[in-house]
C-alpha cells in the first residue's frame, strides 16, 4: 500500500472539453480509489454535447474519491476525482484543481478486503470516505441512510486496514444492496425491489442477470401453500404480466451527441427558412471514374468513393458562386461570406448524427481531399472524433443513398447557409443519346438559408454540381 508523507488532497475538476459546454457525462471510470496515477494518464471517459473524450490526470498520485459513478451528468467546474499527492505541489499550469486538506479517517467499522486485493473492493457511488472537499454546490440528493457502512479511503492511503469484526453487519447495509446505476435503473423500471434480489455478482453486487431473475420468480405460478386471503365475490380476469422483454414502450435518456443534435436542428428549423432543391442526374461517367481512379497509384490506400468526386464537385460549384458559402449575423443584422470551406460531411455513430468537417477543403487536392476523408470517417466510426473536429464548419454534405434512400430535404447546420443531400445511385432506365438505356442515376438535394441565398444562387450551385457528375471532366476545366 502506499504511504504519503506531507501529502494533500487536490480536487480535478470537470473541464471544459470543447467551447463553450456546459456538462458532460461520465462514460467510463479507469481507475478506482486507491490506484497510484501519473501525470497524463487517462482516468476517465466522458461524453459531452459533441464527442466523446478522455480525461488525462495533471499531477501524480494516489486515487482518494470518485466523486461521481459512471452513466452521471456533471457540470462544468465541479470536482469529479479526488488524488492525494505528496508534498502539496501544484497542479500543472492551467490544471482544473483546488486543495484541500486530507479529511481525518472516518470512525464507522469497514468490511474487510476482499481475498488477493490490494486494496478495499469499492463499487463506484458506494463506500466513499467523507471528505472536507469543497465543491460546487449541485441539486440536493437524498440522504443515505444513518449508519451506512463505507470503505475507508483515507485509512487505505495510510497503509490502515480495520481488521473484520465478528459481528451482524449493520441493518443500514443490509438496506442498500449493492447494484450499479444501469442495474437500479433497470430495476425500477420493472418495478423491482433490489432488497428482494439475491445477488450473484462479485462481493455481493447485483447483476441485470439477478433482476430479470426476479421478474421471472414474480411471474412464476405461486405455490399451493399461501396465507389464507379472502376471495373476491366475482374476480375479474387479470391482465397478463407484461415481460422488460414484450415491454410496450421503451425510454431513451436523450443527453450528449442525440440532446446538442436535437437542440440544433430545432434551433435551426425555427430560425433560418430553409428552401430546398432538387435534381436527378445521370452519373455514369462519375462511377466509371470512381473505377479509373481507384487503379490509379497516386491514390494507392487512399478511400476512393462517389462521395469524393461529389464533394469535389461541390467545392468547385462553391467557388463559381461563392456567396453560397456563407453565413447570417443576426446581431450584426450582416451577411458573413466565407472565403475558405471547412466541408462537413455527415456521419451516423452509436453516439448519434455528428458532422465532422475537413479544415480548408477548398485547397486540397484531391488525393489530398481522398486521404482526409477516409480519416474522418474512420475516427468518426471509433467514436474518437474531437469536439474542435465538429466546429466551424461552413457548408455540409449527407449521404442519405448510402442507406437505400433516394433524397430527401435536409436541416441545416447551424451557422451555415447549404446542405447538400446525395441519394442512392442505381441504374435506371435513361435516355442518353436519343436512346433508353440502363444508366447510373442519382439525385440530389440542395437545402439553403433562403435569408441570404435566392432561387437563382441556390439553383446555379446545385446545376453546377449536377453537370460536373454527369460530365466529371468538367473538374478540370472549371476547378
Known sequence: ?????????????????????????????????????????????????????????????????????EGTTVDVGTSIIAVE???????????????????????????PKAEGSGRQPVLVGYG??????????????????????????????????????????????????????????????????????????????????DVHAAVSATQAPEPEVQTPAPAPAAPAAAPAPVSYDTARETRIPVKGVRKATAAAMVGSAFTAPHVTEFVTVDVTRTMKLVEEL??????????????LLIAKALLVAIRRNPEINASWDEAAQEIVVKHYVNLGIAAATPRGLIVPNIKDAHAKTLPQLAESLGELVSTAREGKTSPSAMQGGTV????????GVDTGTPILNPGESAILAVGAIKPQPWVHKGKVKPRQVTTLALSFDHRLVDGELGSKVLADVAAILEQPKRLITWA
Not at 500543472?92 to 469497514?110: C, D, I, K
Request: proline share 12%.
Open 396 to 403: 455540409t454534405i449527407t449521404n442519405v443513398g448510402v442507406f
Open 294 to 307: 481507384k487503379e490509379d497509384k497516386e491514390f494507392s490506400g487512399l478511400r476512393v468513393n462517389p462521395l
Open 85 to 111: 499527492v505528496a508534498g502539496g505541489a501544484a497542479p500543472a499550469a492551467g490544471a482544473p484543481a483546488a486543495e484541500t486538506e486530507p479529511a481525518p479517517a472516518p470512525q464507522e467499522p469497514q468490511e
Open 128 to 209: 466513499v470516505a467523507t471528505s472536507a472537499t469543497r465543491r460546487r454546490p449541485r441539486k440536493a440528493a437524498p440522504e443515505a441512510p444513518a449508519g451506512q457502512a463505507a470503505v475507508s479511503v483515507q485509512a487505505e492511503l495510510n497503509g490502515r486496514t480495520p481488521a473484520p469484526e465478528p459481528v451482524a453487519e449493520p441493518a443500514a447495509a443490509r438496506q442498500r444492496p449493492l447494484a450499479k446505476p444501469p442495474v437500479r435503473k433497470l430495476a425500477k423500471d420493472l418495478g423491482i425491489d433490489l432488497a428482494t434480489v439475491i445477488p450473484t455478482g462479485p462481493d455481493g453486487i447485483i447483476t441485470r442477470e
Open 1 to 69: 500500500m502506499t504511504t504519503m508523507t506531507n501529502a494533500s488532497v487536490r480536487e480535478f475538476k470537470m473541464p471544459d472539453v470543447g467551447e463553450g459546454l456546459t456538462e458532460a457525462e461520465i462514460l467510463k471510470w479507469y481507475v478506482q480509489p486507491g490506484d497510484t496515477v501519473t501525470d497524463g494518464q487517462v482516468v476517465c471517459e466522458v461524453e459531452t454535447a459533441k464527442a466523446a473524450v478522455e480525461l488525462p490526470i495533471p499531477y501524480d498520485g494516489v486515487v482518494r474519491a470518485l466523486h461521481f459513478p
